[in-house]
Nanobody, 124 residues
Framework: QVQLVESGGGLVQAGGSLRLSCAAS????????LGWFRQAPGKELEYVAS????????DYADSVKGRFTISRDNAKETVDLQMNNLKPEDTALYYC?????????????????WGQGTQVTVSS
């Protein structure tokens, strides 16, 4: 059974940092792009960042560029999201996802596997 399990969410003050981690099991995703998405209450799912299968290329939404960093450890089958200078508008349920392709991408419909999500709350 393929599973993606997120961890690391929590409550933080504006300007603070959190590091999210996602562990994959059930199959290898070493050749697959991995991504992070988020969904705030009452809002649509939003792309955050993605990293390609080799880990050498990353992509970010404009709203997080310069503040968030995505990375992966293929030996451990994990993908992390380091979030710095957090803002109240970053509050959301954060999901990691894996897609069949190798390249980065922000279209949620191209991702085949999803985690259950981890809550990030940023207080002002």
């Amino acid at each position: 059974q393929v599973q993606l399990v997120e961890s690391g969410g929590g409550l933080v003050q504006a300007g603070g940092s959190l590091r999210l981690s996602c562990a994959a099991s059930g199959r290898t995703f070493r050749r697959n792009a991995l991504g992070w998405f988020r969904q705030a209450p009452g809002k649509e799912l939003e792309y955050v960042a993605s990293i390609n299968g080799g880990g050498g290329m990353t992509d970010y939404a404009d709203s997080v560029k310069g503040r968030f960093t995505i990375s992966r450890d293929n030996a451990k089958e994990t993908v992390d999201l380091q979030m710095n200078n957090l803002k109240p508008e970053d509050t959301a349920l954060y999901y990691c996802a894996a897609r069949a392709g190798y390249s980065t991408g922000g279209a949620s419909g191209t991702y085949d596997y999803w985690g259950q999500g981890t809550q990030v709350t940023v207080s002002s």
